[in-house]
């Protein structure tokens, strides 16, 4: 496990693009030396996320990742499944179940929650069991939660708190999802 001063749980959340990224590029520099990471995407199913297929290519320098959640984006149409079903929120706690275990295990330095805000913000998972599970936190082991509309609850929790902030974003020029930008 991690030495000195760990166990910090961290929040990316806002508006603004960058949330995974920043998440994925604090994956790749624990990795870099040596430590364990975990990351479980909270409704992101599906299998056309580009970081996915590096990710794969990394598993056996100290990673594991699992994606929970139905498929919401069609990357042939380019269009998003908007709203939320009962399958939606078996994967919510699908994804809660894995993280009880990784804090159970106490098995990697760095467990990145991947869109746990936004799961809990659209009503797929009760912020109040969530929060009875991150109680459970192992003391060393750092967390990350990312995810726009981040719970009052959540950043009173938490030890740091970045704010991605739109500013500007190409999408409302009618730039459609990107190929190894957006996904």
Same mark, same amino acid.
């Given at each position: ?38 990351? =479980?995407?909270?409704? +992101? ?6 970081? %996915? ?42 994804? &809660? *179940? &894995? =993280? ?35 109680? +459970? *936190? ?18 009173? %929790?938490?030890? &740091? ?16 999802? %990107? ?5």
């Amino acid at each position: 496990m991690l030495q000195g001063n760990f166990g910090k749980i961290q929040v990316y959340t806002g508006y603004g693009k960058g949330k995974t990224t920043a998440a994925l590029g604090l994956a790749v520099r624990a990795l870099g030396r040596g430590k364990k990471v975990a990351i =479980v995407y909270f409704d +992101k199913g599906g299998d056309h996320y580009g970081e %996915r297929r590096i990710l794969e290519k990394l598993k056996a320098d100290h990673l594991e990742y699992v994606a929970t959640g139905r498929e919401r984006f069609n990357a042939r149409t380019r269009t998003f499944r908007f709203g939320v079903e009962e399958g939606d929120r078996q994967e919510a706690e699908r994804g &809660l *179940k &894995l =993280v009880e275990e990784y804090f159970k295990k106490a098995s990697v330095d760095l467990l990145i929650l991947d869109e746990i805000n936004s799961t809990i913000a659209l009503g797929m998972l009760n912020l109040g069991k969530f929060l009875e599970v991150l109680a +459970k *936190k192992p003391e060393q082991m750092e967390v990350v939660l990312t995810g726009r509309d981040a719970p009052e609850e959540i950043l009173k %929790r938490a030890d &740091l708190v970045t704010e991605m902030k739109l500013v500007k974003h190409y999408f409302y020029q009618g730039v459609e999802a %990107r190929e190894g930008i957006e996904f």
